[in-house]
């Protein structure tokens, strides 16, 4: 190894020897260090982390079909800095950020006469850069993006396959040579057990980048050296004609994003992302505001109900259900409720898709149930399922959100379960483009967004907090219609998919094997070949309490039908549960085994914790909390029988005071969990 690392000084001071000017830029506590060189004219970077090497050296650039954009440059100035500001934000896990990093800009020019500024960000988590380009001419077509990621190391990984459409998919725990491509956020544990993830920042007017596994002899070339030979090339989501991106003459691509850290809690506890990305552009954010939420909603997905009047008694959001679960809601002082399948047009879902977005369905007296969720102080949370047709959803926007707003709506969850219009795929430049257009149009009017189907979350909330949360991952609905998520499914997401930013998981099914829905007169099957009495979530009951906490969203769902809440002891977490927490840490966890995570809410706290398939026991100290302060802590556990497979509904309930100082047993039974409310003792 040491011989490598020399290799490596040796063979950048090599490359570099033509630049006098320092290419490197370390992170503020200097355990990082990212550099970039020339050979040939051709650019790339290394990262060297605890002063053994991370990423080898791995090619930059990027292709288009007019100008020569990956060659022949040259360093034509360099200049360096720090950063180090506090910035809040309206909501998320944290209100609090720190943004502290050091800044490497290196501008070159190539004999075609394109300018490349590399803009190098070295973070003590880890570092990002994004290529800021200047090409002669009016416009760009993009070919390929040429950035490689040439791992020195082999690991353990953790990822879904790359997919242009759908990031519905397993989640793969994979040695890091077997991995052939993945989506990011790619998350991985080197050997040393450093921990990484690649994924990237402010995605906008670009295509989503996926890694692609290229070949390449481990060991070294002539020149350097290459590390473990495990080396990943992004791979951009096309246009339709094989173009990958569409760009002005002067652009700049998202950021491209390493995490790093020595525990994998830092993962999630890093706020690069955000740091990555641009502060808010609403001026007025007072009305964008998390919120717990309730719906007419799982009713479907367990086939019981429909999002139309397919059958007698069968339509789910019937005037008379709205009130029910409004009433439920104000009851409980739950702030919103969503309705699925209010409006005209479902019928043709999955063949036409001409959804009406301003046309309520012929049962369901819209104005009544609006006024009436008013009158109650409920947040109407409308639904816009487009099934994919962006052009009549686009064509319908400005008047369906004016509809909207008009009706004093401020959430809509959208939804693009479909192929998308023009042969586009799900995540190319198009769609990029399209959610973004949404979520501006939306913010005009007052309106927060929820998309399913969507892009991935690469921390535009920051710049525009009114895009709340998102799907992009295999949620709750799969439970009701296919083999279900695996026990360790939420062991995984909080360092995967949630490093990208909340998800709309939907947690709390509390009739976790459907058992009251056995026999009911309108159960159909209708998606996936699977009746839902044939599945069943497969988690305990107490997991499924505790994934109201770790699966963070700021519009936080209890999913299930409200009659299996009512009179429910446990349901009493979700009463106290509060969206809009104040801060987060994660405070323990190993990725696809367990997690533990704790948030603050005003002065309230509550702790998270959820495992895999295997029973553990942990202990968990309660320094998080303020000390000197006592708290009554409400704790909902497996009981001592519970087991996932045979015994998912036992669980408990206790109460006792606690203080900082004092450590907890958590015992979690196989894919169990255990959740905590803290309150202030006065
Ligand atoms: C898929 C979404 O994820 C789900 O929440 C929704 O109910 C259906 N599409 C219908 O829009
Ligand atoms: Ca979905």
């Given at each position: 190894?040491?011989?490598?690392?020399?290799?490596?000084?040796?063979?950048?001071?090599?490359?570099?020897?033509?630049?006098?000017?320092?290419?490197?830029?370390?992170?503020?506590?200097?355990?990082?260090?990212?550099?970039?060189?020339?050979?040939?004219?051709?650019?790339?970077?290394?990262?060297?982390?605890?002063?053994?090497?991370?990423?080898?050296?791995?090619?930059?650039?990027?292709?288009?079909?007019?100008?020569?954009?990956?060659?022949?440059?040259?360093?034509?100035?360099?200049?360096?800095?720090?950063?180090?500001?506090?910035?809040?934000?309206?909501?998320?896990?944290?209100?609090?950020?720190?943004?502290?990093?050091?800044?490497?800009?290196?501008?070159?020019?190539?004999?075609?006469?394109?300018?490349?500024?590399?803009?190098?960000?070295?973070?003590?988590?880890?570092?990002?850069?994004?290529?800021?380009?200047?090409?002669?001419?009016?416009?760009?077509?993009?070919?390929?993006?040429?950035?490689?990621?040439?791992?020195?190391?082999?690991?353990?990984?953790?990822?879904?396959?790359?997919?242009?459409?759908?990031?519905?998919?397993?989640?793969?725990?994979?040695?890091?040579?077997?991995?052939?491509?993945?989506?990011?956020?790619?998350?991985?544990?080197?050997?040393?057990?450093?921990?990484?993830?690649?994924?990237?920042?402010?995605?906008?007017?670009?295509?989503?980048?996926?890694?692609?596994?290229?070949?390449?002899?481990?060991?070294?070339?002539?020149?350097?050296?290459?590390?473990?030979?495990?080396?990943?090339?992004?791979?951009?989501?096309?246009?339709?004609?094989?173009?990958?991106?569409?760009?002005?003459?002067?652009?700049?691509?998202?950021?491209?994003?390493?995490?790093?850290?020595?525990?994998?809690?830092?993962?999630?506890?890093?706020?690069?992302?955000?740091?990555?990305?641009?502060?808010?552009?609403?001026?007025?954010?007072?009305?964008?505001?998390?919120?717990?939420?309730?719906?007419?909603?799982?009713?479907?997905?367990?086939?019981?109900?429909?999002?139309y009047d397919d059958g007698p008694g069968r339509h789910g959001a019937t005037t008379a259900n709205a009130i029910k679960y409004i009433d439920f809601a104000a009851k409980n002082g739950i702030e919103g409720v969503l309705f699925e399948g209010w409006n005209d047009g479902w019928a043709s879902w999955g063949s036409r898709e001409d959804f009406d977005f301003t046309k309520p369905a012929p049962d369901f007296d819209f104005e009544k149930v609006i006024d009436y969720a008013a009158s109650k102080g409920i947040n109407y949370i409308l639904h816009h399922e487009t099934g994919g047709n962006i052009v009549s959803y686009e064509a319908q926007l400005d008047k369906a959100l004016d509809w909207a707003a008009a009706h004093g709506i401020h959430s809509i969850k959208t939804g693009y379960a479909g192929g998308i219009s023009g042969g586009q795929s799900h995540h190319g430049q198009y769609m990029v483009r399209h959610y973004q257009k949404v979520v501006e149009e939306a913010a005009k009017r007052q309106i927060m967004i929820d998309a399913h189907e969507p892009i991935k979350a690469t921390g535009i909330r920051r710049t525009w907090p009114n895009f709340m949360c998102r799907e992009g991952a295999r949620g709750m609905e799969w439970n009701a219609w296919s083999e279900g998520n695996r026990p360790e499914h939420q062991t995984i997401l909080p360092f995967t998919r949630l490093l990208g930013g909340p998800m709309d998981y939907t947690p709390g099914v509390f009739d976790i094997q459907y058992r009251n829905i056995i026999g009911n007169k309108n159960l159909r099957m209708w998606n996936n070949n699977r009746l839902a009495t044939e599945c069943r979530c497969n988690t305990t009951l107490a997991k499924q309490i505790a994934d109201w906490v770790v699966l963070y969203s700021p519009m936080q769902m209890a999913c299930d039908l409200v009659e299996n809440y009512e009179g429910h002891p446990a349901f009493q977490f979700f009463r106290d549960y509060n969206a809009d927490c104040d801060w987060s840490r994660a405070l323990a966890g190993e990725v696809g085994d367990y997690i533990v995570v704790a948030r603050r809410a005003g002065e309230v706290y509550f702790l998270g914790a959820v495992t895999d398939e295997n029973a553990r026991t942990l202990e968990q100290p309660l320094d998080f909390l303020p000390a000197g302060k006592t708290y009554a802590a409400t704790i909902y556990a497996d009981g001592a029988d519970a087991s996932w497979e045979t015994n998912p509904y036992s669980y408990q309930i206790t109460s006792r005071e606690v203080t900082s100082a004092d450590t907890l047993t958590l015992n979690l039974a196989t894919s169990g969990g255990c959740a905590i409310v803290f309150k202030p003792v006065k």
């Open positions: 190894m040491k011989k490598i690392v020399l290799f490596v000084v040796v063979c950048l001071s090599a490359i570099c020897a033509s630049c006098k000017q320092d290419l490197t830029v370390n992170s503020p506590d200097g355990t990082i260090k990212a550099a970039l060189y020339v050979d040939g004219g051709r650019l790339g970077y290394t990262v060297i982390v605890d002063g053994k090497d991370f990423v080898t050296p791995s090619a930059l650039g990027l292709q288009s079909k007019r100008n020569v954009m990956d060659k022949d440059f040259k360093l034509m100035g360099v200049k360096h800095s720090s950063h180090s500001e506090e910035w809040t934000s309206q909501w998320g896990e944290n209100k609090q950020h720190k943004d502290v990093h050091n800044e490497l800009e290196a501008t070159f020019k190539n004999t075609d006469g394109v300018v490349l500024t590399l803009r190098v960000r070295a973070f003590d988590d880890g570092i990002g850069f994004r290529y800021e380009y200047k090409v002669p001419g009016d416009s760009v077509k993009v070919t390929d993006e040429l950035t490689e990621f040439r791992l020195a190391e082999n690991g353990t990984s953790w990822s879904i396959p790359a997919n242009f459409n759908t990031y519905e998919l397993e989640y793969r725990t994979l040695p890091l040579a077997d991995v052939a491509d993945a989506n990011t956020p790619f998350t991985f544990k080197t050997d040393s057990g450093l921990y990484g993830s690649i994924h990237e920042a402010a995605l906008y007017d670009y295509p989503e980048m996926t890694l692609q596994r290229f070949p390449v002899e481990p060991g070294m070339t002539s020149s350097c050296p290459t590390g473990s030979g495990i080396s990943f090339r992004a791979d951009l989501a096309p246009w339709p004609d094989g173009v990958k991106a569409r760009v002005p003459s002067e652009f700049h691509t998202p950021w491209r994003v390493i995490l790093i850290s020595r525990d994998a809690a830092g993962l999630v506890n890093s706020d690069l992302i955000l740091n990555l990305n641009e502060p808010c552009a609403i001026e007025d954010v007072s009305w964008i505001k998390p919120q717990r939420y309730v719906g007419v909603w799982w009713g479907m997905h367990l086939g019981i109900e429909a999002w």
